[in-house]
């Protein structure tokens, strides 16, 4: 059975934690940040010759030969440490940088997803491309953090005709 | 998001067929829990931010699901196509999201 002296010599170890997941959370969370941007700006170079299209109708001169729902899609969560600074935000109100960054970066990989998806599947472009965004709630007992954002790419592919 | 045979668009018409026969709204949906394995690497995830792989594959499975049963009310209609699909999710209870998909069954040529 723990003793209160025993319990007692780890309450630097106690008050340290909290700071320290945040700037663990910070310079990770950071790290990974600026990784993704590159990967995605590299991808969204690559993909381009999947043209996406939020019109029904496919491009001038396309004769379509084959169509299908092709989507792309993510789960996000932001870092502890932006979740402060957004907190801390919140009280005097205004642009909260860190979740527009986080919201941004998800559209884009859901919209290269759904590009990969569909170039995978043999379409050439894609139509009527759709975005959604669902906060999911999370199971934690404190009941009222969340868990992460889904952001939904979807559309229709479509094959033309060589 | 393969139903056999079955073509799926989310636009009015699907590029290059023409529709014949109107069958109606078909819909499918799914109430799907996170599991506590997935949670809990979720939470560590937290720390850091970023995608929570589990998730997503575990939506994408859900959706995939809402798809195969919207597809299946769409074929027993007679359809071989459903045009004009929507997708919603929503947080119905605490750790659990309901999924669902729904579109206007038809029949293209």
């Keep these: 059975m723990d003793g209160p002296e025993t319990f007692g010599s780890f309450n630097w170890l106690r008050l340290l934690l909290p700071f320290g997941l945040l700037a663990m959370?910070?310079?990770?969370?950071?790290?990974?940040?600026?990784?993704?941007?590159?990967?995605?700006?590299?991808?969204?170079?690559?993909?381009?010759?999947?043209?996406?299209s939020t019109l029904d109708a496919p491009p001038e001169g396309w004769r379509v030969t084959r169509a299908g729902?092709?989507?792309?899609?993510?789960?996000?969560?932001?870092?502890?440490?932006?979740?402060?600074?957004?907190g801390l935000r919140a009280i005097f109100g205004?642009?909260?940088r860190a979740y527009e960054s986080l919201l941004e970066r998800a559209r884009r990989e859901a919209l290269l997803r759904m590009q990969e998806n569909a170039h995978q599947r043999g379409f050439h472009g894609v139509v009527g491309t759709r975005l959604e965004t669902a906060r999911l709630a999370t199971a934690s007992r404190d009941g009222n953090g969340t868990a992460g954002v889904e952001i939904l790419a979807?559309?229709?592919g479509v094959e033309r005709a060589r | 998001m393969r139903g056999d045979a079955m073509v799926i668009s989310n636009t009015e018409e699907i590029p290059g067929r023409r529709i014949r026969e109107l069958h109606g709204l078909v819909s499918g949906s799914t109430v799907r829990a996170k599991h506590i394995g997935r949670d809990i690497m979720a939470g560590l995830k937290n720390l850091v931010g970023g995608e929570l792989k589990g998730y997503?594959?575990?939506?994408?499975?859900?959706?995939?699901?809402?798809?195969?049963?919207?597809?299946?009310?769409?074929?027993?209609?007679g359809a071989n196509a459903v045009v004009n699909v929507r997708f919603q999710t929503s947080s119905v209870a605490q750790g659990a999201a309901e999924l669902f998909a729904y579109g206007t069954a038809v029949t293209v040529e």
Excluded: C, Y
């Design chain 1, 25 to 52: 959370g910070f310079f990770i969370g950071k790290a990974i940040e600026n990784a993704h941007l590159r990967s995605l700006h590299r991808r969204e170079i690559h993909w381009r010759r999947i043209p996406v």
């Design chain 1, 69 to 86: 729902l092709v989507d792309g899609s993510v789960v996000v969560s932001i870092d502890h440490w932006k979740r402060l600074l957004a």
């Design chain 1, 94 to 96: 205004g642009r909260i």
């Design chain 1, 154 to 156: 979807f559309g229709t």
């Design chain 2, 56 to 77: 997503t594959e575990l939506l994408q499975e859900a959706r995939q699901e809402a798809l195969e049963r919207m597809l299946e009310q769409a074929r027993s209609t």
